[in-house]
């Protein structure tokens, strides 16, 4: 049975740093391009960053590029986002996500990432 739970969400004021964790078991981690994802309220669900375990640089959307950092342990079957300099617009529901080629994809449960004063 696959699994991927996520960790690390929070609450944090603006400029602080996150740190989110996402702990995979029941795949071939060192196979499957790992992402994550966030939704806002009210809003869909994209993709933040992604990293395969081929050394292609990751990806990162436009909006954390330099604040956000993606890293993978493939050993210990770990997903990382290093998140800093965290703004209002960073509060969302964040995903991780399992994708080995033209399979369907392995979603988590999400974690709460809440910025705010």
């Known amino acids: 049975q696959v699994q991927l739970v996520e960790s690390g969400g929070g609450l944090v004021q603006p400029g602080g740093s996150l740190t989110l964790s996402c702990a995979a078991s029941?795949?071939?981690?060192?196979?499957?391009?790992m992402s994550w994802y966030r939704q806002a309220p009210g809003e869909e669900r994209y993709l933040v960053a992604g990293i395969s375990s081929v050394g292609a640089p990751p990806f990162y959307d436009h909006s954390v590029k330099g604040r956000f950092t993606i890293s993978r342990d493939d050993v210990d079957k770990m997903l990382y986002l290093q998140m800093n300099n965290l703004n209002t617009s960073d509060t969302a529901v964040y995903y991780c996500?399992?994708?080995?080629?033209?399979?369907?994809?392995?979603w988590g449960q999400g974690t709460q990432v809440t910025v705010s004063t």
């Open positions: 996500q399992a994708k080995f080629g033209l399979d369907s994809p392995y």
């Open positions: 029941g795949i071939t981690f060192g196979q499957y391009y």
